[in-house]
């Protein structure tokens, strides 16, 4: 048997997914937790040793398991945004890696969005944020004294997650990141596909501290172990390499992960289209291509919300039968801002509300309602995304935690119109850092790719298009008193 082992670095934990290249299936997960670190109000850190430790641990073990012989190459894919310093002569980390979360940057970048965010937004896609790396990059320039000193002795590399572990994985031979990675730091431009003289000169970032630009189905170096050399090959951003295992290659297809947020992503083509509300941002094709990309801070959290805070259930899962027991939400909804809402409002002030109770509405309408808020959030990144992307979604393909949730699935379909198609294999992101190293090792083309979706279930939009349409403008109504 031959296998593939993709390294799916996430914000809290890190796995490492055994693919058997014969059956073609996900054999085995191996997870290790990857502690936060909260040094100061809105800071968020992890330790870069540990990410890589916990990394190489899950590695090793994975490749234990089906003997090293047979593993034909390792991918990564990785939480985003996410910036490490270390030293490049000895592959060290220069101070904790700054989580994507953090919101140390954030006076900083509303300066900047009001000098440059234009410009930004045209060249990079992205809204001016702290949640991108440019700022944390310079932050670690200005504040950092190791960063500094290693600046000075031109010792310093800079680099997002994946860089990070493919430079450790390889003892400093490979400094890289893939153009998926590179498209979320703000300091590349999506247009020419290169580092960015004038946001480097605005962020103060040196050309020199940074990654060369790969392709994601490149094969970006080798791990020794056991005395052999094993490809590490095909590299992508978490969400981007979801949108690979789903395989989202052509225009108006498109993709939806309900995890603790919701992910939406979809080909909008081969030319750059720019968004008001949504960024834009570079997926994997046969050329590189251009996708909205939609993020909902609280989705799953808020069915977590009624489990922990409320004790309306044990386990998430028991939503759907609570809001399947009653035949509608009797007017109620739940708006869960509970950290500001995301696209398409970009509002951090918002706070989350229960609008429409009445005498009689009791937790299975409430619970109903917080299922349904998923699916209305996703009809607003919906809309936008066919009418400033010039694209017609016919399907939507789904995965995430709670995209087991059929009521979930078929009210999705329900409030959009559109046919929901959840894969029989669920875990995507890994999937689509496989199929990466697959193209990369040549063992299959990105057409063959494309076929080996195998649908678990579709749900189709019902008739009732008036009554959906009635009830996603409560849902509206409902959004704008949470922004007063
Ligand atoms: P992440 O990767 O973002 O941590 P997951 O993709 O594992 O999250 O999804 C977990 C989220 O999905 C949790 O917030 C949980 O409440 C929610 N969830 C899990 N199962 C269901 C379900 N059957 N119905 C609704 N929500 C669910």
């Given at each position: 048997?031959?296998?593939i ?57 994975s ?19 996410s ?57 670690l ?16 590399c ?7 572990l ?62 052999r ?32 947020g ?30 909205f ?26 939503s759907?039968?609570?809001a399947?027991?009653v035949?509608d939400?009797?007017?109620?909804y ?24 009445r ?56 409030v ?69």
């Amino acid at each position: 048997m031959s296998y593939i082992i993709a390294l799916d670095e996430g914000t809290t934990s890190t796995r490492a997914v055994v693919y058997n290249v014969d059956l073609q299936k996900i054999e085995k997960v191996i997870n290790a937790e990857i502690k936060q670190y909260y040094p100061k109000p809105s800071y968020v850190e992890e330790s870069a040793t540990e990410i890589y430790s916990a990394s190489l641990g899950v590695l090793v073990e994975s490749i234990e398991t089906v003997g090293v012989e047979n593993v034909l190459g390792v991918a990564i894919t990785n939480q985003r945004e996410s910036v490490i310093a270390w030293e490049r002569s000895t592959g060290k980390p220069l101070y904790n890696a700054i989580i994507w979360q953090c919101r140390r940057t954030m006076d900083y970048c509303k300066q900047i969005e009001k000098t440059h965010g234009e410009m930004i937004k045209q060249k990079t896609g992205l809204k001016v944020d702290a949640y991108f790396s440019a700022s944390k990059m310079r932050w670690l320039l200005k504040n950092v004294p190791e960063v500094q000193d290693a600046l000075e002795r031109n010792d310093l590399c800079l680099g997002t997650v994946e860089s990070f572990l493919i430079y450790k994985l390889t003892q400093g031979k490979s400094f890289v990141t893939d153009y998926t990675n590179a498209s979320r730091t703000m300091l590349y431009n999506i247009n020419t596909f290169k580092w960015d003289i004038e946001l480097l000169n605005l962020f103060e970032v040196p050309r020199s501290v940074l990654p060369r630009i790969v392709s994601p189905d490149s094969i970006l170096g080798e791990f020794e172990y056991g005395g052999r050399k094993i490809k590490i090959a095909g590299s992508a951003g978490d969400q981007q390499a979801a949108a690979v295992g789903q395989g989202c290659f052509e225009p108006g297809q498109a993709k939806i992960t309900y995890g603790t947020g919701m992910f939406m992503l979809a080909n909008v083509g081969e030319h750059y289209k720019e968004s008001e509300a949504l960024l834009t941002t570079l997926g994997y094709g046969k050329k590189p291509v251009y996708m909205f990309e939609g993020s909902v801070f609280n989705a799953g959290s808020a069915v977590q919300w009624l489990r922990d805070e409320l004790d309306f259930f044990k386990n998430s899962s028991q939503s759907e039968k609570l809001a399947t027991s009653v035949k509608d939400t009797g007017g109620v909804y739940v708006v869960p801002a509970f950290t500001g809402l995301g696209s398409p409002y970009w509002n951090s002030e918002a706070t989350g509300l229960i609008t429409g109770i009445r005498r009689d509405t009791n937790k299975s309408h409430i619970t109903r309602a917080v299922l349904e808020a998923m699916a209305y959030s996703a009809r607003d990144l919906l809309e936008i995304m066919q009418s400033e992307g010039q694209i017609k979604l016919e399907s939507l393909r789904v995965d995430g935690g709670a995209s087991p949730n059929n009521f979930l699935m078929q009210f999705q379909a329900d409030v959009t119109g559109c046919v929901v198609d959840r894969p029989i294999e669920r875990e995507s992101t890994a999937l689509g850092a496989v199929y990466l190293c697959q193209i990369a090792l040549g063992i299959k083309t990105i057409e063959e790719i494309a076929k080996l979706r195998v649908s678990d279930k579709v749900f189709n939009p019902s008739n009732e298009r008036e009554k959906f349409e009635r009830l996603y403008d409560g849902w509206k109504k409902a959004v704008e008193r949470c922004l007063l």
